[in-house]
């Protein structure tokens, strides 16, 4: 059965930083590059960051490029995204989910930005 659990929102304020995590199991982790996708109140979900398998290559959306970084551990089953110089429009709920499976998704973490 395909599990993801993500884990590491919460409350900080614009300028912050906080790094959430992301924990599969049920799949063979490795083979498959992992993504974070975010949904802002009112908002379409978006992609955010994608990591290859391998975690050799990662690619981001514009909104934050630079500020966002995401990485992981094939030996813990984990993918992570470090977000800095967080903004009031960063708030959102944020998901994982292994690309190309389906049945991936998690039930989010809330990230609020908000002085």
């Known amino acids: 059965q395909v599990q993801v659990a993500e884990s590491g929102g919460g409350l900080v304020q614009p300028g912050g930083s906080l790094r959430l995590s992301c924990s599969a199991s049920?799949?063979?982790?490795?083979?498959?590059?992992m993504s974070w996708y975010r949904q802002g109140p009112g908002k379409e979900r978006e992609l955010v960051a994608v990591?290859?398998?391998?975690?050799?290559?990662?690619h981001y959306a514009d909104s934050v490029k630079g500020r966002f970084t995401i990485s992981r551990d094939n030996a813990k089953n984990t993918v992570y995204l470090e977000m800095n110089r967080l903004k009031p429009e960063d708030t959102a709920v944020y998901y994982c989910k292994a690309m190309g499976l389906p049945s991936s998704w998690g039930q989010g973490t809330q990230v609020t930005v908000s002085a």
């Open positions: 990591i290859t398998s391998t975690g050799a290559g990662t």
């Open positions: 049920g799949f063979t982790f490795s083979n498959y590059a």
